[in-house]
């Protein structure tokens, strides 16, 4: 049964719940505008598009991270990069990961490394491609002409850009690869990331992308959710942007980045890996070809640009060559001490490294004023300081709270704040819960 309506839901699950049980036929959809989400259908009457052979292109973080998802989907996938030594190493990082890329170890026998010298050749046979290269145009397009010239008719090929629009990057390709072509953007790590962003265009051939929405909702077990082509797409104009701003005010308190972690993580209910941790996980030169792509895509009178601009530290950790997990290491670093790795982080001010703690203890000043402020965050911001100083002091103990899981000696800490100890770990964790709860009642923005 064909349905060619448009309804507007508000609960998203109860609507696929509906439309699994009641329509297998058809399949849904959502676009978005800057108003509302528009869903709607696309009658599936002939048998969706077998995808069984893809080739990736890329074996960077996001590349190895889709390559190891579809191997986990049980099928063949060849993962080329600039040498095969280059895509080799991506598979035993692979392999090593933690948490791991891989459902079960003999899922690494489904990929296959290669040269795009040598094996770019194997484009001729895949139903889908999907390039993961560095976020530059020049050398984007430079694949796609490679790829134009080997496809067969019909296969799919994306791009898992995070930020360059679709328009930038199929001004140059041909009417046919244009209609096929369309950005998927996983999120890192792919394996535990749900969210799937498809972006098309006017250009696209709907039928052929809607197998390809299928594909990655039965296959690859993903949350499609298919977008216009607008700049950031959805989850990185809105999650980039808080992230910048998290940023930019731990620079201007001069938080510790694990300071500003221990906020801008659990208390807010974001995972731990805080800003920086977060930073440090997608790839520090990744963030800045993203916040450069921002930039000259949006109006200048969007607030993005006053937290968006470039920053002497980012540069400087990119140029000696700390890029993150990736990499020697970024905003934390593991270092080796007496034959012991442990973790480091690094101080902004001076460019050096040091244990990660929080090093920030309450004094009894502090203990003292904030008591005085009968446990109001808001009074204590606004108590008459100068230079932010109330603030920088409330921060510092909400990420004191927010750091409970670091060790015990938070638990100290926390009774001279409160003036009580806490039996065991559920009564911390419930106690921490309502004190970020009702600093978030109170206003306080952090």
Known sequence: MDVSCRVLFHFVGLLEDIYYNFHPNTLIIFITNSEICDFFYISLKKKMMKISKVVVIGSGTMGSGIA??????????????????????????????????????????????????????????????????????????????????????????????????????????????????????????????????????????KEKISDLVTFGDKILGKTVVVCKDSPGFLGNRVGVYAMQVAMTEAFNLGLSVEEADAVFGRPLGIPKTGIFGLYDLIGIDLMADVLKSFIKELPTSDPFHEVGKE??????????????????????????????????????????????????MPTDEIITEYSHSNGNFVDLCEGGHVDKTGEVKAVKLLSIAGAYWRGDENNKMLQRIYGTAFENQEELDNHCLLYTSDAADEGLGV
Not at 94 to 122: T, V
Not at 336 to 354: A, D, I, M, P
């Open 68 to 205: 190891a998802q579809v191997a986990n989907a049980g099928l063949q996938v060849h993962l080329l990069d600039l040498t095969k030594d280059i895509a080799t190493s991506a598979c035993e990082r692979i392999k090593n990961s933690r948490p791991p890329l891989l459902m079960e170890d003999e899922c690494l026998s489904k990929i296959i490394p290669g040269s795009i010298e040598n094996d770019i050749e194997k484009i001729k046979e895949a139903d889908w491609v999907v390039e993961a290269v560095v976020e530059r145009i020049d050398i984007k397009k430079s694949i796609y002409s490679k790829i134009d010239n080997l496809r067969k008719p019909g296969a799919l090929i994306s791009s898992n850009t995070s930020s360059i629009p679709l328009k930038v990057l199929t001004e140059d390709m041909s009417d046919e690869m244009k209609k096929v072509f369309c950005i998927t953007h996983f999120f890192n790590p792919v394996r535990y990331m749900r969210l799937l962003e498809l972006v098309i265009g006017p250009q696209n051939d």
């Open 311 to 360: 920053l002497p530290i980012i540069n400087q950790l990119i140029k000696d060559g700390y890029t993150g997990r990736k990499g020697k290491g970024g905003f934390f670093r593991m270092n080796k001490s007496s034959g012991t790795k442990v973790l480091e982080s690094l101080n902004y001010k001076n460019n050096t490294y040091k244990l990660e703690i929080i090093d920030s």
